[in-house]
Every structure is written in structure tokens, then in C-alpha cells.
């Protein structure tokens, strides 16, 4: 009951009130373990890595066998780069409890061969129909069957893998998968702004930058790159600010049993919409910092392009694209269980569809606000792709941009993590080939597919 105003600060993603919130339950001499957690949890979510370690560190102290607590601090080295403090904790939470798959989950993230040592223990959490996240070691053990060339195998789990996942969030899921299908992708050109006409100059002084596209297709590559400039550059993530607060706006009348989509019009009232979604940048930034770059790279926002240029008229967009065969696959083959349509071939091929459709239609309309980076370009020629890149964001480059990966601050919170802080290495064009006959069936539907 003490910390339920806090909690819901902290679930509303309200980040700077939380802050305040508990750093005022310690100034009341409230040093609880609860306390302690909640700020290492703010302070992550804010993406100052270091005070939430050493928040997790103070709650470990008065709860040292916390499997959360350790998991937590765990995954702030992770991010950080700190994977051999990262390992130390996963090994800890397996050693506290086994049957606990965020562990192995954990240590597979530093480096997929440590799984070859704990197949037993898998196939025991496995095989315990008490335990929850079974669809955590369906994943894991779809890694271990790829390690060992069982592709057949592989697949076998990591369906089973998609399929609890989904049904893990099932009302979440379908509902998004209607938001994503029925919705956002036929209206983004249809969309009627109320209120549209203010005087706020707010966060005039600021120039953002919007990496979109799929995920999987080098847009944590593009924002390291730019997360090195030599600037007040602030790079957020994958905040989803936007498409949270569009949702919210309209969710009562699209998820309504009684809805009728033949008589819908997507009305936005622009004027709340720039409210809510300033709030939420305020997390990160006040509107009185000079001369700021900041980066979202909330990747679904090539539905929301339009939308953000009422809110942003300045804003730019970095479009990053891969083979669509290749992205299809690199999709099904993550664990991406937060997101509604990546369960599926035929929900993934529908959900590319839908961008590739959207993206023909803004490249020819917002020529001057958006850049396409193809992720193979990129690799190829490094030097000649970043600096375009820098030029369209306004930034000035130096050779020391693509040695992103030593910087000591590099913070990524993606599943690239591992491979970004490595050398940059050419594309791969037959990483997914033996996996394109996942895609056999669908050809005759998307005449993308190559």
C-alpha cells in the first residue's frame, strides 16, 4: 500500500514522478529493500546504468537469495557491456534455483554456447508442468538444436516457442495484432487532425531522429553510429511513446465489443496528443536543454510518421531496411515475445506488407525527411553509409564514429547487444537461406519475396 502511487508511476512509465516518489521514501529514512528495487528499476528505464546498479546492489545486501533482484542487476551489466559481472549473477540464480529459465536465458545472451552445459536442466524445467515460462526453454532449446545442426528440430520448438509465447499475453496480442492489421495500416493516410492549430514552440531547440523500419534490420547499428557524434545526442531506445499514446487516445472506441470499423474515422486530437507525448519525453530531457539531438528508435513508428511530423515538424526519419526474406526469418528466429505479430510466418509476412506499403507511400510523399539505409550497404561500405547518415541528421562526422563499439558508455538494451560491440562484419547473405523454405507458401501471396 506505501509504494502503490510509486508502482503506478513506475507502470505508466511516468519515470521522473516515480523518481521523486521513492527518493522521497528514503529522505523519510525509508531504506527498504522495496525502496532500493523500485529505483534500480527507474533508473534503468531512464538508461542511467550506473545508479541503477548500484541501486540493485543495495537491495541485493539486505536480500542477497532475491532471484528478481539478481536478474535485474544481471541485466543492467548486460546492457552495459559488463558480461563477465552479467554471468556471475546468472550463474547465481541457477545455483539458488535450477528450474529457473531467466538464468540460462541470461548466460545464452553473453554467448549462445553456454547453453551445451545445461541441456539436462532444460529438459527438466521442461518436463515440470508446474513451472512457468515454458516457452523461455522451448527457445532455449531450439538454440542448442541449431548449435548441433538439428534444423528440423529447432523448428519444432521454436514453434512451440511462438505459440505459448503468444498465448502467454493471448488478449494483449490479438488485440495489437487488430491495431497493427485492421487500423493503424489502412488509416495512416486517412487520419484527420482535430485541434491542430497551437502557438507551443516547445522543444523548439531540440532536433529529433527517428530510426524505423523492422526489427532485425541494423537499426541499433545506426544508432550506436550516432550515439558516438560528437554532440549532446540522447539516445532513448525503443520508447514507443508515440504508439503507446495514439493507442490511449483511441483505444475505447477500437476495442469496443460493438465496434463497427465500416463506419470508423481515425480522429486524433493532435493538441492532447503532444501533451501526453511531451510528458513522456520529459522522462529523459527537459525542454530547456540547448542544442539536443535526440534518438527513439521505436521502430514501429513508420506507421506514425506522419503523426510525429504534427508534433516534430523538424523531425527525421532513418528508414532502415534488410532483405525481406532474410528479415522474415531473423524475426521468427527472436525472442521478441513483446511484440504481437512476430509469432508467426504468416503475422510477420503480413506485418512487412504492411510497411513496405506505407514505406513506398512516405518515401515518395516525405522525400526530404526520411533516409533508407540498406543493412548490407551499410556493412559493405561502412565509411560512405555512416557519413550519409550524418549529413542527413545535421551531424558533423569524424573517422571515430565507427569505432562506436570501444566506447566504454555504450549502452544497448536490443538482442544486437553482443554482436554491436564486435568488429562490423559484411552481410551474410546466406546466414538464412537453409530457413527460406519457411517462406515456400507465401510467395504466390507478397510478390516481394524473392
Same mark, same amino acid.
Given at each position: ?8 508511476? %513506475?507502470?505508466?512509465? +511516468?519515470?521522473? &514522478? ?17 525502496? /532500493? ?13 550506473? $545508479?541503477?546498479?548500484? /541501486? ?28 563477465? !559481472? ?5 550463474? &547465481? ?30 529438459? *527438466?524445467? &521442461?518436463?515440470?508442468? $508446474? ?30 516457442? =511462438?505459440? =505459448?509465447?503468444? +498465448? ?84 475505447? =472506441? @477500437? ?13 486524433? *486530437?493532435? +493538441? ?13 530531457? !527537459? ?17 506514425? @510518421? ?18 525481406? $526474406? ?18 508467426? %510466418? !504468416? ?16 518515401? &515518395?510523399?516525405? =522525400? ?47 538482442? !544486437?547487444? $553482443? ?7 559484411? /552481410? ?5 537461406? @537453409? ?16
Amino acid at each position: 500500500m506505501v509504494f502503490d502511487l510509486g508502482k503506478k508511476f %513506475i507502470e505508466e512509465k +511516468k519515470f521522473k &514522478k516515480a523518481l521523486l516518489f521513492f527518493l522521497n521514501e528514503l529522505k523519510k529514512g525509508n531504506n527498504t529493500v522495496s525502496t /532500493y528495487f523500485f529505483l534500480g528499476i527507474i533508473y534503468f528505464e531512464l538508461n542511467k546504468i550506473k $545508479n541503477s546498479i548500484n /541501486y540493485y546492489k543495495l537491495a541485493l545486501k539486505i536480500s542477497p537469495k532475491s532471484i528478481n533482484i539478481i536478474l535485474n542487476l544481471a541485466n543492467a551489466y548486460l546492457v552495459s557491456g559488463s558480461f563477465l !559481472s552479467a554471468k556471475s549473477l546468472y550463474l &547465481k540464480v541457477i545455483k539458488i534455483n535450477k528450474y529457473e529459465p531467466r538464468g540460462y536465458y541470461g548466460l545464452y545472451l553473453i554467448k549462445p554456447q553456454n547453453l551445451t552445459n545445461y541441456i539436462q536442466n532444460l529438459n *527438466d524445467i &521442461k518436463n515440470n508442468n $508446474n513451472l512457468n515460462n515454458d516457452f523461455l526453454v522451448e527457445y532455449l532449446l531450439s538454440k542448442i538444436a541449431k548449435q548441433n545442426n538439428n534444423h528440423d528440430l529447432e523448428l519444432q520448438h521454436l514453434h512451440r516457442f =511462438q505459440k =505459448q509465447s503468444f +498465448k502467454s499475453r493471448n488478449d494483449h496480442n490479438l488485440q495489437g495484432l487488430f491495431y497493427y492489421n485492421k487500423i493503424i495500416s489502412k488509416y495512416f493516410n486517412k487520419i484527420h487532425f482535430n485541434n491542430f492549430f497551437s502557438e507551443d514552440k516547445i522543444f523548439n531547440n531540440i532536433s529529433p531522429i527517428f530510426i524505423i523500419g523492422l526489427p532485425r534490420s541494423g537499426s541499433t547499428l545506426i544508432e550506436s553510429m550516432i550515439g558516438n557524434a560528437n554532440y549532446n545526442v540522447v539516445s532513448l531506445g525503443e520508447t514507443s511513446i508515440f504508439n503507446t499514446e495514439i493507442i490511449n487516445l483511441i483505444k475505447n =472506441q @477500437i476495442f469496443k465489443k460493438n465496434f463497427n470499423i465500416e463506419n470508423y474515422s481515425l480522429n486524433l *486530437d493532435v +493538441k492532447q496528443l503532444k501533451k501526453n507525448v511531451i510528458d513522456r519525453y520529459e522522462n529523459y530531457f !527537459s525542454k530547456n536543454d540547448k542544442d539536443l539531438f535526440f534518438v527513439d528508435k521505436s521502430l514501429e513508428n513508420f506507421f506514425n @510518421i506522419e503523426i510525429i511530423l504534427k508534433v516534430f515538424p523538424n523531425a527525421k526519419f532513418i528508414n532502415c531496411r534488410r532483405n525481406y $526474406n532474410d528479415n522474415a526469418i531473423a524475426i521468427y528466429l527472436s525472442m521478441l515475445p513483446d511484440l504481437p505479430w512476430t509469432h508467426s %510466418i !504468416s503475422d510477420i509476412l503480413e506485418y512487412i506488407d504492411s510497411y513496405i506499403k506505407i514505406m513506398t507511400f512516405y518515401e &515518395k510523399k516525405l =522525400q526530404n525527411n526520411i533516409l533508407s539505409i540498406d543493412l548490407d550497404n551499410l556493412t559493405y561500405e561502412q565509411k560512405f553509409y555512416s557519413k550519409k547518415i550524418f549529413k542527413f541528421c545535421d551531424l558533423l562526422w569524424t573517422p571515430d564514429i565507427l569505432n562506436f563499439n570501444k566506447r566504454k558508455n555504450l549502452l544497448i538494451k536490443t538482442l !544486437s547487444n $553482443n554482436q554491436v560491440r564486435q568488429k562490423i562484419f559484411s /552481410y551474410d547473405n546466406n546466414k538464412y537461406k @537453409i530457413y527460406h523454405k519457411l517462406l515456400d507458401s507465401f510467395k504466390d501471396k507478397y510478390s516481394w519475396l524473392n
